[in-house]
């Protein structure tokens, strides 16, 4: 092996052997396990999100796949309607061309063209983060097979009458003309203006104070136009007289009704609301519990219209209002006429007053423009008679989600649902497989022949419909459109459902739900009952920076998953950064504060790390705070284990390891690892199945570096390094220090796959293992017969021994390479035998000169002091170490001593502790207590005696 560990020297290599030799395929003759990886967008690149999640799929496969299970981690990618779309369109504008004067067929060409060209990138990235996908059963959203079920599913849900077209608010992008879902709406904290606009009262009516008018306020004066009524709380007396009035509306001249809901609070204004239930999500709310008409005075492009689209509630036209506006305002941009109007307000004298006011203003994610809620026709899923089963799902617990608190986030969502629109206007996605005649009479089918024998249209002319499907409906079939559905296929039967979706806690509903409603409704069991997409739901949070900000390009602190893994210098890093920004300050901040945080760039940490440090962060948190430091904690990890290698191969390459059957003797130390590894499989093991992927790793850490590394390595140095050891010892121990090196890769590989499969190839021979790779070895099983109880408790003596010489030579400044003498008083029997047994190890390794056992009553000679439990070492200070020194070490342990048996003693003081905690945890304090207590006695004893010599 190389003496210095080189991660990428490794990576990409072995992870080309392991996919030409296909062993990420299912393979297992176990049962199944499936995940379904969450389809990136096709458009994208790795962000921490997908270094995030990649690591934790990737570790429960690897492990499962360790444990026999036919294994199938399922990827792909999505169509990414908008997005995609929008890059290509970009491209076009910067030839001075538009999508549609190419027309629809040419520029689906040229964006199938793109996505050939580019569209492979996000995999070239997830290939880097090591995930084991089967990549030969790779799947695109718009794939033949995945757009057959597409259309299967539409046309299934149409003709059990849960999908239909209705006009309804939406959330439309004026500038991309077409509806958005609520992920693809950021809200901006802006301040804005709040207008105080006077309603004159109809008939002669007056408030309650003799006003003539009613006050209303609102943020988007434009939409006034559209005002259908004035609500007002029927419980506010300033107004219970006025319910069932009327008022006339400025500037347009149309009598509205002042009506009376609970939605309006007395407390905020006036407590009168103006009613637009076209251009506002509560207002339709409202509209539709009063049965108001809906006025739409915007086009697709957020422009006042010359006349009014009237509709009633339900859809439906209506020719009962005046749909007349002003001709003042036809034609202006919605805030060109905000401005007008607000003017024309101020000049007939109806202007009460204008306030600032904080806002969230709704904009598209990709075009930046302020959301219209906007009334248009568009298809919908009914999903209230979708979500009574889905909800039963995790009731009864075929669904399970963990951490188990996002079943309430869950569930609060579905038990207020409202019907999914799932059209989108655009031109990239799949086309809704429906066609209208002439008439405008719809028809819904899997092809338009379908739909003309179906319907005995013969001949007439029929236009498909020109809205694709929103990007979420095709993934919400991912789980079982992957595997050949509609074909009843096998990969369908033996991986369907799958077991495990890892996802973030912000799209539960836009997708998790989606995906449950979907598939329980299409996909049933031979009995018939519904099947599950899958059987649970891990959940984590937003990757932060290590300040717990939201990582975001306007604030300069995103980190790519792939700078971590091959590293960046600074200026790339600082281009990086600041690259597209269209506010020069901004980009100088940002260039300022990345040249603070990274004056060196960041350094190459391999893959191994990264995923190393992602494992450890996932706890049961919501946020993940993303620290450099931990990558590089765990690099060095890497380090020691690469290390740790170089020293087992030095020490049984070419020696006689045992494998072969050769009778072997086990040293205590032997014998401690063993149990040791014992108890760290069964916890590593019980962890990952617990999906506490950070108390796994952290077992596996602590055993590698506390206890391999640290403890078991120098331990076997005097067996291996002594010429006169019995070759049986020997034999035993280079057999010992291989094969728990070759566990230890076992149990790491899920985490660390690269590093684990180099050194396992390393060493697969001496540890007497075969195989081409490590990833369809065993995973370990721990063996409670060899955990050996006696073997642990002592090396725990013997490491608390050789801390306490090491403390005293690091406190007295003693040289380690100098050997001393050591005296022990008050040792048990337990002791002295410990002492005959491994005076020969700890003369070496704590370079002992002797060690004397003191007698009943014999005095030590002035010594520093360490306690070993009851048992006091003691290192004699003649010709090494001063008196004042020794009193002030002493001084200093039975200060931190003393406040230990205060802390202590006052918490089993405290009822309130005492009343609460469970007796298990009480008996653990008290059992502190006295250990403490004993030591500062013993200390206390020891500082009096040598103040007296």
């Given at each position: 092996?190389?003496?210095?560990?080189?991660?990428?020297?490794?990576?990409?290599?072995?992870?080309?052997?392991?996919?030409?030799?296909?062993?990420?395929?299912?393979?297992?003759?176990?049962?199944?396990?499936?995940?379904?990886?969450?389809?990136?967008?096709?458009?994208?690149?790795?962000?921490?999100?997908?270094g995030?999640?990649?690591?934790i799929?990737?570790?429960?496969?690897?492990?499962?796949?360790?444990?026999?299970?036919?294994?199938?981690?399922?990827?792909?990618?999505?169509?990414?309607?908008?997005?995609?779309?929008?890059?290509?369109?970009r491209?076009?504008?910067?030839?001075?061309q538009?999508?549609?004067?190419?027309?629809?067929?040419?520029?689906?060409?040229?964006?199938?063209?793109?996505?050939?060209?580019?569209?492979?990138?996000?995999?070239?990235?997830?290939?880097?983060?090591?995930?084991?996908?089967?990549?030969?059963?790779e799947?695109?959203?718009?794939?033949?097979?995945?757009?057959?079920?597409?259309r299967e599913?539409f046309?299934?849900?149409?003709?059990?009458?849960?999908?239909?077209?209705?006009?309804?608010?939406?959330?439309?992008?004026?500038?991309?003309?077409?509806?958005?879902?609520?992920?693809?709406?950021?809200?901006?904290d802006?301040?804005?203006?709040?207008?105080?606009?006077?309603?004159?009262l109809?008939?002669?009516?007056?408030?309650?104070?003799g006003?003539?008018?009613?006050?209303?306020?609102?943020?988007?004066?434009e939409?006034?136009?559209?005002?259908?009524?004035?609500?007002?709380?029927?419980?506010?007396?300033?107004?219970?007289?006025?319910?069932?009035?009327?008022v006339?509306?400025?500037?347009?001249?149309?009598?509205?009704?002042?009506?009376?809901?609970?939605y309006?609070?007395?407390?905020?204004?006036?407590?009168?609301v103006?009613m637009?239930?076209?251009?506002?999500?509560n207002?339709?709310?409202?509209?539709k519990?009063?049965?108001?008409?809906?006025?739409?005075?915007?086009?697709?492009?957020a422009?006042?219209l010359?006349?009014?689209?009237?509709?009633?509630?339900?859809?439906?036209?209506?020719?009962?209002?005046?749909?007349?506006?002003?001709?003042?305002?036809?034609?202006?941009?919605?805030?060109?006429?905000?401005k007008?109007i607000?003017?024309?307000?101020?000049?007939?004298?109806?202007?009460e007053?204008?306030?600032?006011?904080?806002?969230?203003?709704?904009?598209?994610?990709?075009?930046?423009?302020?959301?219209?809620?906007?009334?248009?026709?568009q298809?919908?899923?009914?999903?209230?008679?979708?979500?009574?089963?889905?909800?039963?799902?995790?009731?009864?617990?075929?669904?399970?989600f963990?951490?188990?608190?996002?079943?309430?986030?869950?569930?609060?969502?579905?038990r207020?649902?409202?019907?999914?629109?799932?059209s989108?206007?655009l031109?990239?996605?799949?086309?809704?497989?429906?066609?209208?005649?002439?008439?405008?009479?719809?028809?819904?089918?899997?092809?338009?022949?379908?739909?003309?024998?179906?319907?005995?249209?013969?001949?007439?002319?029929?236009r498909?419909?020109?809205?694709?499907?929103?990007?979420?409906?095709?993934?919400?079939?991912?789980?079982?459109?992957?595997?050949?559905?509609?074909?009843?296929?096998?990969?369908?039967k033996?991986?369907?459902?799958?077991?495990?979706l890892v996802?973030?806690?912000?799209?539960?509903f836009?997708?998790?739900?989606?995906?449950?409603?979907?598939?329980?409704?299409?996909?049933?069991?031979?009995?018939?009952?519904?099947?599950?997409p899958?059987?649970?739901?891990?959940?984590?949070?937003?990757?932060?920076?290590?300040?717990?900000?939201?990582?975001?390009?306007?604030?300069?602190n995103?980190?790519?998953?792939?700078?971590?893994?091959?590293?960046?210098?600074?200026?790339?890093?600082?281009?990086k950064?600041?690259s597209?920004?269209?506010?020069?300050?901004?980009?100088?901040?940002?260039?300022?504060?990345?040249?603070?945080e990274?004056?060196?760039?960041?350094?190459?940490?391999?893959?191994?790390?990264?995923?190393?440090t992602?494992?450890?962060?996932?706890?049961?948190?919501?946020?993940?705070?993303?620290d450099?430091?931990?990558?590089?904690?765990?690099r060095?990890?890497?380090?020691?284990?690469?290390?740790?290698?170089?020293?087992?191969?030095?020490?049984?390459?070419?020696?006689?390891?045992?494998v072969?059957?050769?009778?072997?003797?086990?040293?205590?130390?032997?014998r401690?690892?063993?149990?040791?590894l014992?108890?760290?499989?069964?916890?590593?093991?019980?962890?990952?199945?617990?999906?506490?992927?950070?108390l796994?790793?952290?077992?596996?850490?602590?055993?590698?570096?506390?206890?391999?590394?640290?403890?078991?390595?120098?331990?076997?140095?005097?067996?291996?390094?002594?010429?006169?050891?019995?070759?049986?010892?020997?034999?035993?121990?280079?057999?010992t220090?291989?094969?728990?090196?070759?566990?230890?890769?076992r149990?790491?590989?899920?985490?660390?796959?690269?590093i684990?499969?180099?050194?396992?190839?390393r060493?697969?021979?001496?540890?007497?293992?075969?195989?081409?790779?490590?990833?369809?070895?065993?995973?370990?099983v721990?063996?409670?017969?060899?955990?050996?109880?006696?073997?642990?408790?002592?090396?725990?003596?013997v490491?608390?021994?050789?801390?306490?010489?090491?403390?005293?030579?690091?406190?007295?400044?003693?040289?380690?390479?100098?050997?001393?003498?050591?005296?022990?008083?008050?040792?048990s029997?337990?002791?002295?035998?410990?002492?005959?047994?491994?005076?020969?190890?700890?003369?070496?390794?704590?370079?002992?000169?002797?060690?004397?056992?003191?007698?009943?009553?014999?005095e030590?000679?002035?010594?520093?002091?360490?306690?070993?439990?009851?048992?006091?070492?003691?290192?004699?200070?003649?010709?090494?170490?001063?008196k004042?020194?020794?009193?002030?070490?002493?001084?200093?342990?039975?200060?931190?001593?003393d406040?230990?048996?205060?802390?202590?003693?006052?918490?089993?003081?405290?009822?309130?502790?005492?009343?609460?905690?469970?007796?298990?945890?009480?008996?653990?304090?008290?059992?502190?207590?006295?250990?403490?207590?004993?030591?500062?006695?013993?200390?206390?004893?020891?500082?009096?005696?040598?103040a007296?010599?």
């Amino acid at each position: 092996m190389d003496k210095t560990y080189q991660p990428h020297a490794i990576e990409s290599s072995w992870y080309q052997t392991w996919e030409q030799n296909h062993y990420f395929a299912p393979q297992g003759s176990g049962e199944s396990y499936t995940i379904a990886l969450p389809p990136p967008n096709v458009t994208g690149s790795l962000h921490m999100g997908h270094g995030f999640n990649n690591s934790i799929m990737d570790a429960l496969i690897r492990f499962r796949r360790m444990q026999g299970r036919n294994t199938l981690w399922q990827p792909g990618t999505d169509h990414a309607g908008i997005a995609t779309q929008m890059v290509v369109e970009r491209q076009l504008a910067a030839q001075g061309q538009s999508r549609h004067d190419l027309g629809r067929d040419k520029f689906l060409d040229k964006v199938w063209e793109w996505k050939e060209e580019s569209g492979g990138n996000i995999t070239r990235q997830i290939r880097r983060l090591g995930s084991s996908v089967d990549w030969s059963r790779e799947r695109f959203t718009m794939d033949e097979g995945l757009s057959n079920a597409v259309r299967e599913a539409f046309v299934r849900l149409h003709e059990d009458g849960l999908i239909y077209r209705g006009k309804r608010l939406v959330n439309w992008d004026p500038k991309l003309h077409t509806a958005i879902s609520d992920l693809e709406v950021e809200n901006h904290d802006e301040t804005g203006s709040l207008w105080n606009l006077r309603y004159p009262l109809a008939d002669g009516a007056t408030t309650a104070e003799g006003q003539t008018y009613l006050v209303v306020a609102t943020t988007r004066p434009e939409t006034m136009l559209g005002d259908t009524a004035v609500a007002v709380n029927p419980n506010d007396e300033r107004y219970q007289a006025l319910i069932g009035k009327f008022v006339e509306l400025p500037l347009v001249g149309r009598r509205i009704p002042i009506i009376a809901d609970d939605y309006c609070d007395p407390e905020f204004g006036t407590g009168c609301v103006k009613m637009t239930p076209a251009h506002d999500f509560n207002d339709y709310e409202v509209g539709k519990r009063h049965n108001l008409p809906l006025i739409n005075v915007l086009d697709q492009n957020a422009v006042v219209l010359a006349r009014a689209q009237v509709f009633n509630i339900d859809g439906s036209v209506n020719n009962d209002v005046d749909a007349s506006l002003p001709a003042a305002y036809a034609g202006l941009d919605r805030f060109e006429a905000r401005k007008k109007i607000v003017e024309d307000f101020e000049s007939a004298g109806l202007l009460e007053k204008i306030e600032p006011h904080a806002l969230k203003v709704p904009k598209g994610d990709r075009s930046g423009v302020v959301i219209e809620p906007w009334l248009t026709d568009q298809w919908y899923v009914s999903t209230k008679p979708l979500a009574e089963p889905a909800i039963a799902a995790v009731e009864d617990g075929r669904i399970q989600f963990v951490p188990k608190q996002y079943e309430n986030m869950y569930f609060s969502w579905m038990r207020d649902i409202q019907d999914w629109c799932i059209s989108r206007q655009l031109w990239w996605g799949h086309r809704i497989p429906a066609w209208y005649d002439e008439a405008g009479n719809v028809y819904v089918g899997r092809d338009e022949a379908e739909v003309r024998n179906k319907h005995n249209l013969g001949d007439i002319t029929l236009r498909q419909d020109e809205d694709v499907l929103d990007t979420w409906f095709s993934s919400g079939l991912w789980t079982f459109s992957t595997l050949g559905w509609p074909e009843q296929t096998a990969a369908l039967k033996t991986f369907h459902p799958t077991d495990v979706l890892v996802t973030g806690f912000d799209i539960i509903f836009f997708w998790v739900a989606r995906m449950i409603m979907l598939t329980m409704h299409l996909m049933k069991h031979d009995d018939g009952t519904a099947q599950v997409p899958f059987k649970t739901v891990y959940v984590h949070g937003l990757v932060r920076d290590g300040q717990g900000q939201k990582m975001s390009k306007s604030k300069g602190n995103v980190l790519d998953p792939l700078d971590i893994i091959d590293g960046i210098d600074l200026e790339s890093l600082v281009t990086k950064r600041t690259s597209g920004m269209m506010q020069p300050k901004l980009a100088a901040k940002i260039e300022k504060q990345t040249r603070a945080e990274f004056p060196d760039g960041i350094a190459a940490y391999g893959t191994d790390a990264l995923r190393f440090t992602n494992c450890s962060l996932a706890s049961t948190g919501r946020d993940i705070k993303f620290d450099m430091g931990r990558v590089e904690g765990y690099r060095n990890f890497c380090n020691k284990l690469w290390n740790a290698a170089n020293f087992v191969t030095e020490n049984t390459d070419g020696f006689d390891t045992g494998v072969n059957g050769e009778p072997v003797e086990l040293a205590a130390a032997d014998r401690w690892i063993i149990s040791a590894l014992q108890r760290t499989e069964q916890e590593v093991t019980r962890q990952l199945d617990a999906f506490r992927f950070d108390l796994a790793t952290q077992a596996l850490y602590e055993f590698v570096w506390d206890e391999y590394c640290a403890w078991y390595l120098e331990l076997v140095k005097p067996v291996l390094w002594d010429e006169t050891a019995q070759v049986e010892r020997q034999r035993g121990t280079r057999r010992t220090l291989v094969r728990v090196l070759e566990t230890i890769l076992r149990l790491a590989h899920p985490f660390m796959p690269f590093i684990t499969e180099e050194i396992w190839q390393r060493i697969k021979g001496q540890a007497g293992k075969q195989g081409d790779t490590i990833m369809l070895q065993p995973w370990p099983v721990a063996d409670e017969n060899r955990i050996d109880a006696d073997a642990e408790a002592d090396i725990e003596w013997v490491k608390a021994l050789m801390l306490g010489v090491r403390q005293i030579r690091g406190e007295m400044k003693i040289s380690m390479a100098k050997r001393i003498d050591i005296i022990v008083d008050n040792a048990s029997a337990e002791d002295q035998r410990r002492l005959a047994d491994f005076e020969p190890l700890l003369a070496k390794l704590a370079k002992l000169d002797s060690v004397k056992v003191l007698r009943a009553g014999e005095e030590a000679p002035l010594s520093s002091t360490a306690l070993v439990g009851e048992m006091e070492v003691l290192v004699p200070m003649a010709g090494l170490i001063d008196k004042d020194a020794e009193l002030a070490r002493l001084d200093k342990e039975i200060q931190r001593l003393d406040g230990e048996v205060k802390r202590i003693g006052g918490k089993l003081g405290n009822a309130g502790f005492v009343d609460k905690a469970p007796p298990a945890v009480i008996d653990k304090e008290k059992a502190k207590l006295a250990e403490a207590q004993q030591a500062l006695a013993q200390f206390s004893e020891q500082r009096a005696h040598i103040a007296s010599l």
